[in-house]
């Protein structure tokens, strides 16, 4: 696609690129604390850091070397609190959304800022590589995952760009100006968890510069369970966001069934299997099935079923 020629450097050239990292947490004060503890023992400057919580924890570890400010909200919800860390950071050129439970490799920041400086006005939205991704295998710990990034230390990973349909939210970079231009903002009918919330905004972001995978911006997403949402709400949600989805932006059926199918398969697999969070699962997603029959279908009901 053409984004390693010079014309595309018009913005960030021969000035330093102004990014910041924004964190969204709820209830999950163990991984934030840990998160921030790695980030303040790496050997490279840290941007600032925006944290977002629908309260305050004091139980949460902050370094004092790292720039930390805290931003609260009466109410819950990712895309919420994405959006409000959005506004804090306002005077910057990019925005790193870090999952609370996302590692950076230690030369993440380096990689980001040194592409962004030659490639940043043409992309709309980067994400990192994911070299270990606990969601696809019940979580990693801590410990293993440092332990995934000790190990990558001796691979040599490609600065390719590589075009994405979607970022991943667990590490997406936006990029603020195009964001302000187009007063571009998640959807917040996406409530709590906000299933899906970083295929939404993509689809936003998509229409205004490239989205990108940086193939040596690495990390790995611990997928850690703790403080997430009932498994009966993320059910109801496998069906109503990317059905939402969907709609909003004219997808085919054939994008709904994508992002819904291999879910409910997954969990009947597990129900049958025993697995009391499938189960549950798979009662949300046989709910939301209903509601769509019924013509009733609709993302904000688990804010009733919470």
Same mark, same amino acid.
């Given at each position: 696609?053409?984004?390693?020629?010079?014309?595309?450097?018009?913005?960030?050239?021969?000035?330093?690129?102004?990014?910041?990292?924004?964190?969204?947490?709820?209830?999950?004060?163990?991984?934030?604390?840990?998160?921030?503890?790695?980030?303040g023992?790496?050997n490279?400057e840290?941007?600032?850091?925006?944290?977002?919580?629908?309260?305050?924890d004091q139980?949460?570890t902050?370094?004092?070397e790292?720039?930390?400010?805290?931003?609260?909200?009466?109410?819950g919800g990712?895309?919420?609190?994405?959006?409000?860390?959005?506004q804090?950071a306002?005077?910057?050129?990019?925005?790193?959304?870090?999952?609370?439970?996302?590692?950076?490799?230690?030369?993440?920041?380096?990689?980001?800022?040194?592409?962004?400086?030659?490639?940043?006005?043409?992309?709309?939205?980067?994400?990192?590589?994911?070299?270990?991704?606990?969601?696809?295998?019940?979580g990693?710990?801590? =410990?293993?995952?440092?332990?995934?990034?000790?190990?990558?230390?001796?691979?040599?990973?490609?600065p390719? =760009?590589?075009?994405?349909?979607?970022?991943?939210?667990?590490?997406?970079?936006?990029?603020?100006?195009?964001?302000?231009?187009?007063?571009?903002?998640?959807?917040?009918n996406?409530?709590?968890?906000?299933?899906?919330?970083d295929?939404?905004?993509?689809?936003?972001?998509r @229409?205004?510069? @490239?989205?990108?995978? @940086?193939?040596?911006c690495?990390?790995?997403?611990?997928?850690?369970?703790?403080?997430?949402?009932?498994?009966?709400c993320?059910?109801?949600?496998q069906?109503?966001?990317?059905y939402?989805?969907?709609?909003?932006?004219?997808l085919?059926?054939?994008?709904?069934?994508?992002y819904?199918?291999?879910?409910l398969?997954?969990?009947?697999?597990?129900?049958?299997?025993d697995?009391?969070?499938?189960?549950?699962?798979?009662?949300g997603?046989?709910?939301a099935l209903?509601h769509?029959?019924?013509?009733?279908?609709?993302?904000?009901?688990i804010?009733q079923?919470?």
């Amino acid at each position: 696609m053409g984004y390693c020629g010079p014309s595309v450097a018009k913005r960030f050239t021969n000035k330093t690129v102004k990014i910041a990292i924004g964190i969204a947490s709820a209830g999950r004060p163990k991984p934030l604390s840990l998160l921030l503890e790695y980030l303040g023992s790496l050997n490279v400057e840290i941007p600032e850091i925006f944290i977002c919580t629908p309260n305050k924890d004091q139980e949460v570890t902050r370094p004092p070397e790292l720039r930390v400010t805290w931003l609260t909200t009466a109410r819950g919800g990712l895309c919420l609190q994405r959006n409000i860390l959005l506004q804090a950071a306002k005077g910057m050129d990019f925005l790193v959304y870090f999952d609370d439970d996302f590692l950076p490799r230690g030369d993440y920041f380096i990689n980001l800022t040194s592409r962004l400086a030659i490639n940043g006005s043409s992309i709309a939205a980067l994400t990192g590589l994911v070299i270990g991704d606990g969601v696809t295998c019940g979580g990693i710990s801590f =410990l293993d995952g440092l332990k995934q990034l000790e190990c990558s230390s001796s691979f040599t990973f490609q600065p390719n =760009l590589t075009p994405v349909f979607n970022c991943y939210g667990c590490n997406m970079v936006v990029n603020l100006k195009t964001i302000r231009e187009h007063s571009l903002r998640f959807d917040e009918n996406l409530p709590m968890y906000g299933w899906l919330e970083d295929v939404e905004f993509s689809l936003q972001l998509r @229409a205004f510069g @490239a989205l990108v995978l @940086a193939g040596n911006c690495v990390g790995v997403h611990l997928g850690s369970p703790e403080g997430r949402q009932g498994a009966r709400c993320l059910g109801y949600s496998q069906v109503a966001n990317p059905y939402y989805i969907c709609r909003k932006h004219h997808l085919s059926s054939a994008n709904f069934l994508h992002y819904f199918l291999f879910r409910l398969l997954k969990n009947t697999a597990g129900a049958l299997g025993d697995n009391p969070v499938r189960r549950a699962r798979l009662a949300g997603n046989l709910l939301a099935l209903r509601h769509l029959v019924q013509g009733t279908l609709d993302p904000r009901y688990i804010s009733q079923m919470a």
